[in-house]
T-cell receptor, first 113, second 115 residues
Framework: DAGVTQSPTHLIKTRGQHVTLRCSPISGHKSVSWYQQVLGQGPQFIFQYYEKEERGRGNFPDRFSARQFPNYSSELNVNALLLGDSALYLC????????????FGDGTRLSIL | GESVGLHLPTLSVQEGDNSIINCAYSNSASDYFIWYKQESGKGPQFIIDIRSNMDKRQGQRVTVLLNKTVKHLSLQIAATQPGDSAVYFCAENNAGGTSYGKLTFGQGTILTVHP
């Protein structure tokens, strides 16, 4: 079975631009979460979506937004990119329930010039 | 359990030895814990999880121990192999609260296994 898939794998943008990252969850998983991982640190929670509703939001500015589609795939949008947004963006999917393990994709490496 | 700094703890072991990776978590309300393995260029890979109503759980070659009194979690890897070399993260969640799927990750430990 396919795991969590993310696209693109790498992306280079300049300051001020916007970006859309995509995620397809494991088949049967209805919950999708987004994380930002800066080099040398653990992932930081950005959003969680379940059944197309936002269930949680981390400490990130309003430039970050996301949505989930009827097929449970998800998009993460970041506007007005800053140099500090350079990071690995990870998507994770899970079954319903906060005590279910989240399974991660390999992420999108975003570089801001 | 918040990640801090750029200098991760490191653990070097010989192939065949047992490895123990430790993690201190900060939220006494956390009731669900996961260990992840992250190899270079890849996303975190689920290893094993444990709920707060347990203090020990075993998988294949791995054991997780939970001490809620001192808010400490450990991952034991038996007969460590070179393929186990990676960064290991613990993550916590308050599954019974309102944090839903928000996992809070520890800083990570770099495990290096020498042949």
């Amino acid at each position: 079975d396919a795991g969590v898939t993310q696209s693109p794998t790498h992306l280079i943008k300049t300051r001020g631009q916007h970006v859309t990252l995509r995620c397809s969850p494991i088949s049967g998983h209805k919950s999708v979460s987004w994380y930002q991982q800066v080099l040398g640190q653990g992932p930081q929670f950005i959003f969680q979506y379940y059944e197309k509703e936002e269930r949680g939001r981390g400490n990130f500015p309003d430039r970050f937004s996301a949505r989930q589609f009827p097929n449970y795939s998800s998009e993460l949008n970041v506007n007005a990119l800053l140099l500090g947004d350079s990071a690995l963006y990870l998507c994770a999917s899970s079954l319903e329930g906060s005590d279910q393990p989240q399974h991660f994709g390999d992420g999108t490496r975003l570089s801001i010039l | 359990g918040e990640s801090v700094g750029l200098h991760l703890p490191t653990l070097s072991v010989q192939e065949g030895d047992n490895s123990i990776i430790n993690c201190a978590y900060s939220n006494s309300a956390s009731d669900y814990f996961i260990w992840y393995k992250q190899e270079s260029g890849k996303g975190p890979q689920f290893i094993i999880d444990i709920r707060s109503n347990m203090d020990k759980r075993q998988g294949q070659r791995v054991t997780v121990l939970l001490n809620k009194t001192v808010k400490h979690l450990s991952l034991q890897i038996a007969a460590t192999q070179p393929g186990d070399s990676a960064v290991y993260f613990c993550a916590e969640n308050n599954a019974g609260g309102t944090s839903y799927g928000k996992l809070t990750f520890g800083q990570g430990t770099i495990l290096t296994v020498h042949p």
